[in-house]
C-alpha cells in the first residue's frame, strides 16, 4: 500500500513538473503578447478572448476536470498572465472583503493589483481620471432591483461597460458567541437585513436583538469581531479576512439571490464574441412617441430588448428622464449599427460585452 501511495506521488509531481514547464512557456508568449499590446496602447483585459478559450477547452475536455473546474484554473492563468502583459490596478466598491470584491477576485483572479474604495462614486471617478484601470460596481439585484448610484453614473461620467459578472449571493451568519441567546446586536448592510429576513425571524423575533446597518458586510464582521454578544450577515470572505468564526452558511431568503456588477474601463474595444449584450444611453426629445420610435426601430431589425430603466434627467423643474437600455447584440453587427447610427444624436453607447446573463 505504501510503495503504491509513493508511485502515485511519484507521478504526480512529474505532472506537476510539466505543468509548471507548460506555464513557463506561456509567460514567455505572454511577455511577447504583452510588448505588442504596449505598442498599440491596446487594453490588456478581453474578456471575449477568455471566454473563447474557456468554450474550445471545455469542447475537448474528456476528462473529469468540470467546466467550473476549469473555469476556476484558468481565472488565475489568466489573471497571472495579465500581470505579466502589463499590471493593472482594479478598483472596486470597498472595503476589503465585500460581494463587490469578491466579483473582482472571481474576474481578475487573487495575484491582480486591487484597491478598495470608498463609494461607488469613488470607482467611478478612480476609472474616470485613470487613476485605475477597471472598475467594478454592483448594478443589480434579483431580489431588490437597480442601484441606482451606478445607474445614474453610467450617465454622468465618460467611462464605459466591458464586461458584466453575475455573482450568486450567499450570506453566512457569523459570531464569536457560540450560543444563539447570547446575541444581543447583529450588524450588516441594510440590504442584506431583507435578503436574510427569514431568517432573522426564525431565530431573534421577539428577542430584542438590534439589528444595525452599516456600510458594507465586511465593516458588519469587523465591528462583530470587536464587539461582546454581537453577529454579523457577511459574506464567508468578509468573515475570514476578519478571522470571525461562521455558525451558519447560506442564510439568505431566496437560493436565487444574484447580483449582476459591472467592470468598468475608461475605454473599450472589446470584439464580438457571438454572445454579446450592449448597453446604451438615450435621451430622446420631449416629443410624443419618440421613446417608442427608438424601441421599434429595435423591434424592426429583431434586436432582443433586456433591459429599459428610466431615470430623472435633473435639469430642471419638469418631469423628464433618460434610459438606460440592455440588448441582445453586439453594437459592430449591421443591424444593430443601422439603429444606433440612425439614433446616434440621442443615443450614446456605453459598451458592448460577452453576455453571462
Excluded at 430584542?208 to 464587539?227: D, I, N, R
Aim: charged residues 25%; contains cysteine.
Amino acid at each position: 500500500m505504501n510503495e503504491l501511495l509513493k508511485d502515485l506521488r511519484r507521478k504526480i509531481d512529474g505532472i506537476d513538473n510539466q505543468l509548471l514547464d507548460l506555464l513557463n512557456q506561456r509567460i514567455e508568449v505572454i511577455k511577447q503578447v504583452g510588448e505588442l499590446k504596449r505598442s498599440q496602447n491596446a487594453i490588456i483585459y478581453r474578456p471575449e478572448r477568455e471566454k473563447e478559450i474557456l468554450h474550445r477547452l471545455n469542447s475537448i475536455n474528456k476528462g473529469g476536470m468540470t467546466a467550473e473546474a476549469i473555469e476556476s484554473v484558468f481565472v488565475e492563468i489568466f489573471a497571472m498572465s495579465r500581470n505579466y502583459e502589463l499590471p493593472e490596478r482594479v478598483g472596486y466598491l470597498g472595503p476589503e472583503g465585500t460581494f463587490s470584491h469578491q466579483a473582482a477576485e472571481s474576474r481578475f483572479g487573487a495575484m491582480s493589483n486591487y484597491i478598495a474604495l470608498g463609494s461607488i462614486q469613488s470607482v467611478f471617478e478612480s476609472v474616470d481620471t485613470g487613476r485605475i484601470r477597471f472598475g467594478v460596481v454592483p448594478i443589480e439585484n434579483n431580489q431588490e432591483g437597480t442601484v441606482v448610484e451606478t445607474v445614474d453614473l453610467l450617465a454622468a461620467t465618460d467611462v464605459r461597460i466591458v464586461a458584466e459578472i453575475p455573482m450568486n449571493i450567499h450570506f453566512t451568519f457569523a459570531s464569536t458567541e457560540d450560543r444563539m441567546e447570547n446575541i444581543k446586536t447583529i450588524f450588516s448592510k441594510d440590504i442584506a437585513f431583507k435578503q436574510c429576513s427569514k431568517f432573522l425571524k426564525d431565530y431573534f423575533e421577539d428577542k430584542g436583538v438590534e439589528l444595525v446597518p452599516v456600510e458594507s458586510t465586511s465593516k458588519a464582521a469587523q465591528l462583530a469581531m470587536k464587539k461582546k454578544n454581537s453577529a454579523a450577515l457577511c459574506s464567508h470572505i468578509a468573515a475570514k479576512i476578519h478571522e470571525l468564526p461562521l455558525l451558519f452558511h447560506n442564510v439568505e431568503d431566496s437560493a436565487f439571490n444574484r447580483t449582476r456588477f459591472l467592470i468598468l474601463s475608461k475605454s473599450f474595444n472589446n470584439q464580438p464574441s457571438g454572445n454579446d449584450k450592449t448597453s446604451i444611453i438615450a435621451k430622446v426629445t420631449d416629443q410624443a412617441g419618440s421613446l417608442a420610435a427608438l424601441l421599434n426601430d429595435f423591434t424592426n431589425v429583431k434586436v432582443n430588448l433586456t433591459k429599459l430603466e428610466s431615470r430623472p434627467l435633473r435639469k430642471d423643474e419638469q418631469f423628464k428622464y433618460w434610459f438606460l437600455i440592455e440588448f441582445d447584440g453586439h453594437a459592430d453587427e449591421p443591424r444593430v449599427k443601422s439603429v444606433l447610427e440612425k439614433n446616434k444624436e440621442v443615443v450614446k453607447l456605453m459598451g458592448s460585452y460577452v453576455k453571462l446573463c
